[in-house]
C-alpha cells in the first residue's frame, strides 16, 4: 500500500489537456491520495478544476508567438518569477510542498516542474498526441516518468534524454467512461434495434465533416433504421441547420445540435462515429470501444492527428480518410458500407476493446506511485 501522497499537477490551456489531468486526479483521489492542480484561473482549468472539486492555485505565465520573437522575453521573466515564487512556497510552507508533481504538457507546466526539479521533488509527463508539445520536450530530461498515450511519440522523447518512458495511454473521465447505452438511447428517443451514427468534430465542430454530413443526409435516412446525431459546434450551427433543412419526420431520426454534454451516453449509445482525430477524441472513442470512422484535421501541427488515428487504425478499430478525400464517392461508399455492416461493426468493437483503453488512469496512477515508491 503506497503511503497517502501530495500530488501536484498542471495542465492548462484546453480540454485536450485538462480532461486528461482531472481523469488522473479522479484516480489519485480514490486512492487516498491529495491532488492539487496549477494553472491560470483565466483559462479553462480555472473554471473546469474547481467545478470538479478540486483545490486551485493560480500561476501566471504568457506563452510567446513563434511569429513575434520578440515576445519570448515577457514568457521567460514571468516563467522565472513564478518558479521563484514556487521554490519559495514550498521552503517556507512544507504542507504546502508536494510528493510528486505531474505535468500534462502545457506552458503553465513549466513553473511547477522547473521548481519541483530544483526540490528535488519527482517529477512525472504525460504526453496526450503523438507529437510532442515543447514544453514537455523541454522537460524530459528532469522527469522521473514520461508517460505517452502515442507508441511513436516514444522516439522523440528518448531524443530528448528521457530516462524511463512508459505507454500508459490517455486517462479517460469517469463521467465518459461510465456512459451507459440504454441511457444514452433512452435520452435520445432511439430504438435499441436501430443503427446510431454519431458525428462530431471536437469541441468546435469541423465544417468540413458538416458539410459532407448535409450532403449524405438524404441517403442516410434512406435506410429505415438508421438514426444521426450531429454534433457540429456552435459557431457552425445555424448554417448546417439551414442546409439540412430537415423536415418534421426527418427530425425525428436526424438530430443535429451544437455540442454534447453527456458524451459518455451518446458514445455508448452509437453503433458508429465519424470525428476528427484529436488526442482527447480518440481516447474516448477507444475508451468506449465504439467503431470509428476517422478524418484527421488537415492542419494540426506536424499533422499529429493522423498519427493520432492510427493507434485504432492499426489495431483494426477504425478506419482513417484523408481531409482531402472527404468529398470523394470511395469516402461516402466507405461510411455507408459500415452504417449496413453489423458484422463489420463487431470486429472492430472487439479490436478496440482489446486495447484497454479504459484503464489508462489507472496505468498513469500506477505509474505516479511508483515514481514516489522509488520502483
Avoid at 522565472?80 to 519559495?88: K, M, N, P, T
Avoid at 507529437?131 to 511513436?152: D, E, F, M, W
Avoid at 439540412?244 to 425525428?252: C, G, H, Q, R
Avoid at 476528427?276 to 480518440?282: I, K, L, N, P, Q
Amino acid at each position: 500500500m503506497t503511503d497517502r501522497l501530495s500530488v501536484a499537477i498542471a495542465a492548462g490551456g484546453t480540454a485536450g489537456h485538462v480532461n486528461p489531468a482531472l481523469a488522473l486526479a479522479e484516480e489519485l483521489s480514490d486512492r487516498g491520495h491529495a491532488v492539487r492542480f496549477f494553472g491560470q484561473t483565466r483559462r479553462l482549468e480555472g473554471t473546469l478544476v474547481p467545478k470538479a472539486g478540486f483545490p486551485f492555485f493560480p500561476v501566471e505565465v504568457t506563452g510567446f508567438d513563434r511569429e513575434r520573437p520578440w515576445s519570448i522575453v515577457p514568457a521567460l521573466l514571468h516563467l522565472a518569477r513564478e518558479e521563484r515564487r514556487l521554490v519559495s512556497s514550498f521552503r517556507a510552507d512544507p504542507s504546502l510542498r508536494p510528493d510528486v508533481v505531474v505535468g500534462f504538457g502545457a506552458y503553465v507546466e513549466l513553473p511547477l516542474v522547473r521548481a519541483a526539479t530544483r526540490l528535488g521533488i519527482p517529477v512525472v509527463l504525460h504526453e496526450q498526441n503523438s507529437v510532442s508539445g515543447l514544453a514537455n520536450r523541454k522537460s524530459a530530461s528532469s522527469a522521473a516518468l514520461v508517460a505517452i498515450s502515442q507508441p511513436g511519440v516514444r522516439e522523440t522523447f528518448e531524443r530528448a534524454g528521457a530516462k524511463r518512458i512508459e505507454f500508459t495511454g490517455n486517462p479517460v473521465l469517469r463521467s465518459v467512461l461510465s456512459g451507459d447505452r440504454a441511457r444514452g438511447r433512452a435520452a435520445l428517443g432511439i430504438p435499441e434495434d436501430a443503427v446510431l451514427l454519431l458525428a462530431f468534430g471536437g469541441s468546435l465542430g469541423a465544417q468540413h465533416i458538416n458539410r459532407f454530413m448535409v450532403s449524405i443526409k438524404d441517403e442516410l435516412l434512406s435506410r429505415s433504421g438508421v438514426y444521426v446525431l450531429h454534433s457540429c459546434g456552435a459557431e457552425d450551427f445555424d448554417a448546417t441547420r439551414d442546409a439540412l433543412a430537415l423536415t418534421a419526420d426527418e427530425a425525428e431520426r436526424y438530430r443535429v445540435q451544437p455540442y454534447i454534454d453527456d458524451m459518455g451516453d451518446m458514445l455508448a449509445a452509437s453503433d458508429l462515429v465519424l470525428s476528427r482525430a484529436g488526442a482527447s477524441s480518440v481516447a474516448e472513442i477507444a475508451a468506449l470501444a465504439v467503431p470509428s470512422v476517422l478524418v484527421p484535421y488537415p492542419h494540426a501541427t506536424a499533422d499529429h492527428q493522423t498519427t493520432n488515428a492510427r493507434f485504432l487504425v492499426d489495431s483494426g478499430a477504425a478506419v482513417m480518410c484523408a481531409d482531402a478525400d472527404i468529398d470523394g464517392d470511395g469516402f461516402a461508399r466507405t461510411l455507408l458500407g459500415l452504417v449496413d455492416d453489423g458484422a463489420a461493426r463487431d470486429e472492430m468493437r472487439a479490436a478496440a476493446r482489446g486495447l484497454a483503453a479504459s484503464r489508462a488512469a489507472c496505468a498513469l496512477a500506477d505509474g505516479v506511485e511508483s515514481v514516489c515508491a522509488g520502483a
